[in-house]
Structure formats: C-alpha cells, structure tokens
C-alpha cells in the first residue's frame, strides 16, 4: 500500500491544511490535544478497513501480523530502538497505566510523580498503590516560576535521597498541560544511580524532541503518535527495556499469554489495529513533509512569534519557565481572574467552550496550579494570523468581564533565560 494524493512540495501554512479534513470556517490551536490525520493517512487507513470487511479471517488469521510488524519496524527505527523493545497501546495513558499496574512490588515501595504530572496519571499511581499492601504514592511539589534544568534534578535528586524506597518516578519528557520540557536524560540517570525504575510519560515527545530510546536507557517510555507524529487517534507506542520484559504485559489477557513482549501485545481479542498499522504511512508523511528539522523550524518559530504577540495583546504574564525549556510547539500564558470563569476545571472548560462555539475557534484553556492557562499549540497548518484572532477575541472577553480593570491589568513580566 503507498501513499496516495501528497502534495511534497507544499507549503506549511494555510495551503497545507487543504491536506487535512478540519471542518471549515473552524480555527484550531490545539493540536497537542488531538492531533489531526493528513487525508493521505485516512485513505490509507480507509483501505486496510475495507480489506478487512471484504474478508476477516484472512485479516486477522493472516494479514495482519505482516502489517504489524512492518509498522513496528518503521515506528521502531524512528524512536531509535530494536522492534522486540517496542508494541502498540492505544494511549498513553494505556501505556502508563500498564506498565504501573504490572510491576512487582513489596510493602513499603514508593510510586512518585510531581504536581506537574498529567493527572490521569497521578490518579493511576494512586489507584495502583490501592491495588498493592503496603505501596504509598508520594507527589513531590514544583512550582513556577523554574529557574533552570539544575532546579528540577536538584529536586528528584533530594527526593531519592530522602526516601531510599522509591519504586518508581514518573518523568515527563514535557509536561501536560503546562509544556515544560523536562532534562529527561539527566533524571533517568539520576533515577538509576538511586535504584529508581525511571518510567517516561512521554506523550509530545514523538516527532517534537529527538528521542532516541536506546541512549536514553529509560526502563519503560511511551509516547502518543496521534498529537505530533499525524496517525489516527489510538495509537501510542510502549517502549520496555529488555531486562522488564518478563514482567511486563497487557491489562487484559489474551491468546498470546506467556509469550514474547511483541507477541503479548499484537493482538488482544477482536481489535482494531489499524491506528497503529497505518503509523508506518504517518511516519513516511512525517519524513516526505521535510521530517523534524523542517516541522520544528517552521511550527517553533511560529510558536514564539504567537506567544509573543498574545502576551503583548493582553499585557499578560508568559508561564515563568527559561527558553530552554520551552516545548518547540507550544506555550503557556497566563489569563487574567474573571468572574464569568472561576479558577476551576469547570472554569477553564467553560471558557474554552464559549471561545469555541462564539469565535469558531478551538484552544485549550487549562487550569494550572490554581489560575486559568492559555496553552496554544502550533502544526504545519497553522498561521500567525489566526492567533492574532485568537488574541482579538480573548481581548474582547477579558474587557467585557466586570472584574477587568485596565489600570490593574498585570505588566508583561520579564522572561527568564
């Protein structure tokens, strides 16, 4: 099967999203969200489902672990890794949750995670502990602003020494949803040299950072191809170290029991494998569209260009990170107090929802340690005059709300670098 109908020679921008199917007259900034699917990739995928249809036995009794491997291998040689190390969840929250819930503990080990932990995540460590006599969860505090990398291992590194039975560290390669990028490197070998399992949530990392699994020597990573690598939703890969091989498999047990890591995971019941099957078709976009270094160049440039000009539109305060840290496609602003959107979860949704369905324009509004976050997220499709819009319209609510006062409004704060 090949790619059919991709424009190579188009230029990112408005032109590139006549290679998506976004609903028209809809602005969308939140692709670290939900990622969006080239056409190219849903037609591929349209075939394999209707080569399904047209015969299942044959599908499932003897294509599809062709597909699957050749997926495997194409996923695999992207994250830098052997194919026997690597299988597909369907999120990244599957991932975690497997790896978390498999792994053998004893009375008294600790799981840890940060108050910057994706919360579904945070939740799963402390249901898991639920499951095991004796397990405690430890939540290790980090509040902005951050000064540096130095800041971050210093805390791990302060953790560790303090509670020598530490199981196991969730580290996110970037946050969510504050899009901090975190020294991954530095706290995996910090992990190790403290005899911590160090477990990598790294949802944005494929296609965002140049993740190369086999140096970074992570006990288990998984990562989300459907935000920045253009699969279809349901598809995450899971990357385990050969030495957790054994002790590491799918939440529901299958035919494959008992056997290979890449044979436990290939197929679990009666599924749909075709997010992940097409992967191989997503990475051959990813790479025939210019591949990292012309992705990142064109979308981070945009990113901070954006960030630049909300923060200037809204006199607003930038999330209190250095540049370093600063995830490629995405930023962080902080909103001003409004009565009409209290600094809650039901807040953030409900302004989000009213930016959506009044302006026709789709951004993630986050609740980030007790204040209402902008998060704006750039893809090839993206332009700069749509987050010019988007500052408009935010401008129009913030001065319609009564607790605005423009002689109170916060002046631009100094970024630190």
């Known amino acids: 099967m090949k790619l059919e109908n991709l424009h190579e020679a188009v230029e990112f921008g408005a032109k590139m999203r006549e290679e998506f199917s976004l609903q028209k007259g809809e602005t969308f900034l939140n692709n670290g969200s939900f990622g969006a699917v080239p056409n190219c ?106 000064s540096s990398d130095d800041e971050i291992c210093e805390k791990y590194e302060d953790f560790f020494k303090s509670n020598p ?30 005899g911590v399992l160090a477990i990598v949530d790294g949802a944005h990392a494929p296609g965002l950072l140049p993740v190369n699994l086999t140096e970074l020597g992570a006990d288990a990573f998984i990562g989300s191809f459907h935000k920045w690598m253009f699969t279809p939703k349901g598809c995450a890969i899971l990357y385990v170290k050969r030495e957790h091989h054994a002790w590491v498999h799918p939440l529901v047990t299958s035919w494959n029991h008992g056997l290979s890591l890449e044979k436990r995971f290939f197929i679990i019941a009666t599924e749909d494998q075709t997010p992940f099957i097409t992967a191989k078709y997503a990475v051959e976009f990813y790479q025939r569209i210019g591949g990292m270094d012309k992705i990142i160049s064109y979308t981070s440039k945009l990113a901070s260009e954006a960030h630049e000009y909300i923060l200037k539109k809204l006199r607003a305060e930038p999330l209190q990170i250095p540049q370093s840290m600063e995830s490629p496609t995405m930023r962080v602003i902080r909103l001003p107090d409004l009565s009409q959107y209290p600094c809650t979860l039901e807040g953030s949704i409900a302004f989000h929802t009213d930016i959506r369905y009044k302006y026709n324009i789709q951004c993630a509004i986050e609740l980030i340690q007790g204040h209402l976050h902008l998060r704006i997220s750039t893809q090839v499709y993206n332009t700069l005059e749509e987050y010019k819009r988007l500052a408009d319209c935010l401008l129009e609510v913030i001065q319609a709300d009564k607790n605005y006062k423009t002689s109170s409004t916060r002046p631009l704060t100094d970024r630190i670098y």
């Not at 990244?92 to 932990?117: E, H, Q, S």
């Not at 970037?174 to 995996?188: D, E, H, N």
């Open 41 to 146: 990739v849903q037609e591929v995928q349209r075939r394999f489902r209707e080569e399904i249809e047209r015969h299942p036995d044959d599908w499932y009794r003897r294509s599809v672990y062709k597909y699957w491997h050749e997926s495997q291998k194409a996923v695999a040689d992207f994250m830098h890794c052997d194919p026997q190390d690597l299988v597909c969840v369907q999120n990244a929250t599957t991932g975690l949750n497997t790896v978390l819930k498999c792994c053998p503990y004893k009375p008294g080990d600790i799981l840890m995670y940060t108050t910057l932990t994706f919360r579904p995540i945070a939740y799963t460590c402390q249901a898991t502990a639920d499951l095991y006599e004796g397990v405690k969860t430890f939540e290790m505090e980090i509040k902005f602003p951050i």
């Open 165 to 194: 039975n530490t199981k196991i560290a969730i580290l996110d390669a970037i946050t969510s949803p504050s899009a901090v990028v975190m020294p991954l490197k530095r706290l995996v070998t910090l992990c190790h040299r403290y």
